[in-house]
Nanobody, 121 residues
């Protein structure tokens, strides 16, 4: 099986920074795109950022210039550096990975358990 485990969430004041990490483990043959999503209370889960296996990135408009996604392929780990945080960034952040595991013909989506990010005003 494959597991994604996030860490790095917490409480921070507006204008502050946090760095999220997500490590994939298990019988992994290939990790393709990895990304971050978030879900605030009463809202649907929304896309935040994604990084492909070749390092190209894509961001949701409201986080451009403030958040940076990166990855360490050797460690099957993706990071999200969040700067200039705003109260509206408060949400549970979920890691997503498109991963091919041993014994499977296809990639599939895997999700972490989520980590809470709270930004106080």
């Amino acid at each position: 099986q494959v597991q994604l485990v996030e860490s790095g969430g917490g409480l921070v004041q507006a204008g502050g920074s946090l760095r999220l990490s997500c490590a994939a483990s298990g019988r992994i043959l290939r990790t393709n795109a990895m990304g971050w999503y978030r879900q605030a209370p009463g809202n649907e889960r929304e896309f935040v950022a994604q990084i492909s296996s070749d390092g190209s990135t894509n961001y949701e408009d409201s986080v451009k210039g403030r958040f940076t996604i990166s990855r360490d392929n050797a460690k099957n780990t993706v990071y999200l550096q969040m700067n200039s945080l705003k109260p509206e960034d408060t949400a549970v952040y979920y890691c997503n990975g498109k991963i091919k595991r041993a014994g499977s013909f296809y990639d599939r989506d895997y999700w972490g358990q989520g980590t809470q990010v709270t930004v106080s005003s």
